[in-house]
RNA sequence: GCUCCCAUCGUCUAGUGGUUUAGGACACAGGAUUUUCAAUCCUGCAACACGAGUUCAAAUCUCGUUGGGAGCACCA
């Protein structure tokens, strides 16, 4: 398969009509891996012959997220757009050495050749006359429709074989495949002949693509045919489908890859993860760095089967890519996160060396990076809520009060040097022994206090972090809302 | 409708005729630990779509059935 692995040059050609979604991810990800395998090149085409539906944005949308990713490419970005004249003059080539013809045929009738198809239940297969024609009927078509469109002649009998690195031998009989358009009426190249140009001119030397266009695959064979071009190899992945078993729609919000972005899974978790969908190693190794895939990747061992995309393991994965890092890296991503998702104003007044410290404290339950968001929110943006049933319930205990007046007591006298969780955790245990209470009559109400719910970082470390004066406050706050809740009550006894 | 692809636990997969009472990972359930939620550790649950054939032997090879996916555009 390869002889000469200098030659190796791959592409990802993706369409600017949508942002970049998992599969195009994976298309992305395979590519780049095997170009680095091998040291060859990595190149990236933009198709944006589809006027309509392509867009700057989308361009612009579709880099980026390349960018973010780290999949960085050596030629390119290349747009089939500016490279017209390169697919006229093949068109042209293709017209003269009668691999090819103008089409006069009106959209109407192949519409309704269509539809008649459909209605019979036959295979649609449009056959056009145009090439057939005497100059004078020629001449009638014409007056009906001016801009003709140019059809590539398929070969009428024989099979097309695909010799895929993936699925094997694949045998198409030629006569599946009607005269298809290669230049449309406005003057731009279609899709398979574009893709077959650029590859050609590109020297792609492997095509991994999805599987979507195994059957077109036999089109791009009989253009390279005609034009006596030399076939690149073919790997056509398997899908990824979404969690119903569908092909995920290239418009497809949810599965936008910067939407993940967005939660908070870091780009290496994302394409970890995004690996192992179709492709694994004999010993199922589950993690890998970017580095280990380069080296372990290979087309022979990509899967046969379409792979559903579960976000579950996802999130395992991306909480045991944040284990491994320094709490110094995470800090720096999470600034970076915040900054994308534009949440600066709230980070804005903290104070790096605590939410330092919070990160350290909660290093190993980090699922994303919006984790460290909620948690980080309960340190400066503290919220007492009461209202909730189970927090009421605490609150309001009748040993709450105690319990609270004494530590208020007690935590006031503390030096501030002394304000350690060890010390802390110590006092409380002391407490709960002195006024013969259980650990958690104590420990729940401080959190309760504290921290304003029940779930959340070890109390006393965060009561260290947090310090004296923010932890008196908060104890204050939480006995005048119980008294307050009393008088109401007396209040509405009298 | 036609053509092509695919078929192992809920999910991703290992497995290329005997080493397999089918291995790993996620998820799920239970336990240990704990001031809470977690994290961690341990345990458990759970699959070869079906039917023929080839063979001494089949998850593995062949055929058929069923099921799923993709394509059949002046989309890519």
């Given at each position: ?23 195009g ?5 395979f590519?780049?891996l095997f ?18 539906r ?38 042209s ?19 309704k050749n ?17 090439k ?28 097309t ?7 094997g031998?694949?045998?198409f ?13 406005n003057?731009?190249?279609?899709y ?45 992945i398997s899908?990824i ?18 939407e ?18 179709g ?46 890092k ?24 903290w ?7 919070i ?7 980090f ?12 340190f ?7 209202n ?53 009559q ?9 921290a ?43």
């Amino acid at each position: 398969m390869l002889n000469n692995n200098q030659n190796v040059r791959v592409r990802f050609a993706p369409s600017p009509t949508g942002s970049l979604h998992v599969g195009g991810v994976r298309t992305a990800l395979f590519n780049w891996l095997f170009a680095r395998h091998y040291n060859g090149k990595f190149i990236i085409r933009i198709e944006d012959t589809d006027i309509k539906r392509s867009t700057q944005e989308y361009v612009k949308i579709v880099l980026d997220t390349m960018l973010w990713l780290n999949l960085k490419w050596d030629e390119g970005p290349f747009f089939q757009m500016q490279r017209n004249d390169l697919y006229l003059k093949y068109i042209s080539q293709l017209l003269k050495n009668k691999s090819a013809y103008y089409c006069y045929c009106t959209k109407e009738k192949i519409s309704k050749n269509k539809l008649n198809a459909q209605k019979k239940k036959k295979p649609f297969k449009y056959i056009c006359n145009c090439k057939e024609l005497s100059l004078k009927q020629l001449d009638e078509k014409k007056k009906l429709n001016q801009n003709p469109v140019v059809r590539f002649i398929v070969p009428k009998v024989g099979t097309t074989v695909i010799n895929d690195l993936i699925k094997g031998r694949i045998v198409f009989n030629n006569t599946l495949f009607g005269d298809f358009i290669i230049l449309r009426a406005n003057g731009t190249p279609t899709y398979n002949l574009a893709c077959v140009v650029d590859d050609y001119n590109m020297k792609i030397s492997h095509i991994l693509r999805g599987d979507d266009h195994l059957s077109n695959c036999p089109k791009q064979v009989f253009i390279y045919n005609a034009l006596g071009w030399k076939i690149p190899y073919f790997a056509h992945i398997s899908m990824i489908l979404d969690n119903n078993g569908k092909r995920m729609s290239k418009r497809e919000r949810t599965l936008s890859v910067l939407e993940y972005r967005r939660e908070g899974y870091l780009q290496e978790a994302l394409l970890n993860y995004i690996a192992l969908l179709g492709w694994s190693t004999t010993d199922s190794q589950q993690i890998f760095t970017l580095n280990e895939l380069q080296q372990k990747f290979s087309i022979q061992r990509c899967s046969l089967n379409p792979a559903i995309f579960d976000v579950k393991k996802l999130v395992w994965i991306n909480k045991e890519k944040m284990h491994t890092k320094s709490v110094e890296e995470i800090y720096q991503l999470f600034i970076d996160w915040v900054k994308y998702v534009h949440l600066n104003h709230i980070v804005q007044n903290w104070d790096i060396a605590t939410l330092k410290k919070i990160i350290t404290l909660e290093h190993n339950k980090f699922n994303t990076l919006n984790d460290i968001m909620q948690v980080a929110c309960l340190f400066f943006n503290y919220k007492l809520m009461y209202n909730d049933d189970k927090i009421k319930k605490i609150l309001f205990s009748v040993n709450s009060e105690l319990v609270l007046i004494e530590s208020l007591k007690n935590f006031s006298e503390h030096e501030q040097y002394n304000f350690s969780a060890g010390t802390l955790e110590l006092y409380a245990r002391n407490l709960a022994v002195k006024y013969n209470l259980k650990t958690s009559q104590v420990f729940h109400p401080i959190r309760i206090a504290v921290a304003g719910k029940m779930s959340g970082p070890s109390l006393f470390h965060m009561m260290e972090i947090l310090g004296k004066e923010e932890v008196v406050n908060r104890i204050s706050f939480a006995l005048n809302i119980i008294n307050k809740s009393k008088e109401d009550f007396s209040n509405v006894k009298n």
